[in-house]
């Protein structure tokens, strides 16, 4: 099943637009199939303003988030998956959307710890449920 981030990093980026704001990705920068330009990263994550004034040839596909951008002058090329978008948001405000980061199990499909929370619910849900009150618990203290 196709992921629903980067159709709500697409539709959050056109809100911010639509409101006359700058929009703002936050992304995990150490991830693989990552290219970001060296030292600008912090504390292994990356900021980039993602606006039409500040990049080039941007695309925002199911895949990836590309573009060129201006560091310190020099056109560079960035290109980072969709899974290592951490945020999209407007820098005005700080209004838009965080995300979970992806482990290689959910690209893949597979949830262990779901399927055992599936399970532990069906569980309790099939446990009988007695229909006698229980006895007070309250004690009588001078």
Request: glycine share 6%.
């Amino acid at each position: 099943m196709i992921s629903t981030r980067p159709y709500l990093i697409r539709a959050i980026y056109d809100w911010i637009l639509d409101n006359g704001f700058t929009p703002y990705i936050l992304v995990d920068a150490e991830a693989d199939d990552t290219l970001v330009p060296n030292g600008y990263a912090k504390d292994g994550k990356i900021i980039f303003n993602i606006s039409s004034s500040a990049t080039k040839n941007l695309t925002l596909s199911n895949e990836t988030v590309s573009f060129v951008g201006r560091f310190n002058g020099v056109p560079t090329s960035v290109s980072v998956p969709t899974s290592t978008v951490l945020a999209v948001y407007a820098k005005e405000t700080g209004a838009g959307m965080a995300f979970q980061q992806e482990s290689s199990e959910e690209e893949e499909g597979e949830l262990p710890e779901k399927e055992a929370i599936k399970e532990e619910m069906e569980e309790s849900l099939a446990a009988p449920v007695s229909n006698k009150p229980s006895r007070p618990v309250l004690r009588i203290v001078k």
